[in-house]
Nanobody, 122 residues
Framework: QVQLVESGGGLVQTGGSLRLSCEAS????????MGWFRQAPGKEREFVAA????????YYTNSVKGRFTIFRDNAKNTVYLQMTSLKPEDTAVYYC???????????????WGQGTQVTVSS
């Protein structure tokens, strides 16, 4: 099994930055890809970004391209989402997940983090 623990959420003003972390433990060798989803109140959960676990290919939803960056740490057990130029519409609970990449989107098929709140004030 894989355990995912998220951190880094918080409250920022429009234009600010946050870095989310997702630490994986357990059977990390079984992870094919990891990434982030978010869900705002009254909205459907949406894909945000993903990265291949053993590669450097990254994927982003159009609304965050140029503002968010997903990357892995050197030990291959933590994935980060660096968020810059934050907008109020980025406000959501962000969830880390494992899964597979299909058509440039992460399909969660294994494990989820607990979620971390990101709030961007206007």
């Amino acid at each position: 099994q894989v355990q995912l623990v998220e951190s880094g959420g918080g409250l920022v003003q429009t234009g600010g930055s946050l870095r989310l972390s997702c630490e994986a433990s357990g059977r990390t060798a079984s992870i094919a890809a990891m990434g982030w989803f978010r869900q705002a109140p009254g909205k459907e959960r949406e894909f945000v970004a993903a990265i291949n676990w053993l590669g450097d290919t990254t994927y982003y939803t159009n609304s965050v391209k140029g503002r968010f960056t997903i990357f892995r740490d050197n030990a291959k057990n933590t994935v980060y989402l660096q968020m810059t130029s934050l907008k109020p519409e980025d406000t959501a609970v962000y969830y880390c997940a494992t899964g597979g990449i299909f058509r440039s989107v992460l399909y969660p098929n294994d494990y989820w983090g607990q979620g971390t709140q990101v709030t961007v004030s206007s």
